[in-house]
């Protein structure tokens, strides 16, 4: 089993800043990749941010400039920085882990957190 732990959520003002963490923790062999999506009400599930384990990354156009994804390897955690937030940032964001090899991956999910950007 594997659980994934996520933090940082809340209130922020237009303009501001937040940084998520994820913390995967269990039975976990590899993690291929480690990514934070994002869903607001009505809305489909996009992908926000992905980190692959050799380096690469890749974001969303609307976040590109203003969000960073990093991670710790030693601690198996992802980390999103969240910068120049605006209104259009407000949803549910879920932590992900692809966990495996590359014949037998399995996706894992966060609870998700609340990321709110209102005055």
């Known amino acids: 089993q594997v659980q994934l732990v996520e933090s940082g959520g809340g209130l922020v003002q237009p303009g501001g800043s937040l940084r998520l963490s994820c913390a995967a923790s269990?039975?976990?062999?590899?993690?291929?990749?480690m990514g934070w999506y994002r869903q607001a009400p009505g809305k489909e599930r996009e992908l926000v941010a992905r980190?692959?384990?050799?380096?690469?990354?890749n974001y969303a156009d609307s976040v590109k400039g203003r969000f960073t994804i990093s991670r710790d390897n030693a601690k198996n955690t992802v980390y999103l920085q969240m910068n120049s937030l605006k209104p259009e940032d407000t949803a549910v964001y879920y932590c992900?882990?692809?966990?495996?090899?590359?014949?037998?991956?399995?996706?894992?999910w966060g609870q998700g957190t609340q990321v709110t950007v209102s005055s």
């Open positions: 980190i692959f384990s050799g380096g690469p990354t």
């Open positions: 992900n882990a692809r966990i495996g090899v590359s014949f037998s991956l399995r996706d894992y």
């Open positions: 269990g039975s976990i062999s590899r993690i291929n990749a």
